[in-house]
Nanobody, 128 residues
Framework: QVQLVESGGGLVQAGGSLRLSCAASGRTVSSLAMGWFRQAPGKEREFVAAISWRGDSTYYADSVKGRFTISRDNAKNTVYLQMSSVKPEDTAVYYC?????????????????????WGQGTQVTVSS
């Protein structure tokens, strides 16, 4: 079992920046791929970004490409999502997840049902 706890969410103005963190416990995730998803009110959960176990392969949704950066620190069992130039449409609950069966690399958007463990989410609200 893996427990994931997201942090770093909050209220930010459009054009601003925010960094989300996801700390894993229960077992090491350093050999596993991880991802970020988000869900806005009334919408389905959507893929945001994914990273391979070594951090040398990443993939982004078109909507965030060039603005968000996913990274990881395996020594800290933590994955990050640096959000820059945020827009009101980035408002959502952001979730991190672990795929215990895959290490990467990523060449396409992974589906949410390939991830096995999820955090409780952190709210990001972007004001215009």
């Amino acid at each position: 079992q893996v427990q994931l706890v997201e942090s770093g969410g909050g209220l930010v103005q459009a054009g601003g920046s925010l960094r989300l963190s996801c700390a894993a416990s229960g077992r090491t995730v350093s050999s596993l791929a991880m991802g970020w998803f988000r869900q806005a009110p009334g919408k389905e959960r959507e893929f945001v970004a994914a990273i391979s176990w070594r951090g040398d392969s990443t993939y982004y949704a078109d909507s965030v490409k060039g603005r968000f950066t996913i990274s990881r620190d395996n020594a800290k069992n933590t994955v990050y999502l640096q959000m820059s130039s945020v827009k009101p449409e980035d408002t959502a609950v952001y979730y991190c997840a672990v795929d215990q069966h895959y290490r990467g690399p990523y060449y396409a958007s992974p589906k949410s049902n390939t991830f096995d463990f999820w955090g409780q989410g952190t709210q990001v609200t972007v004001s215009s």
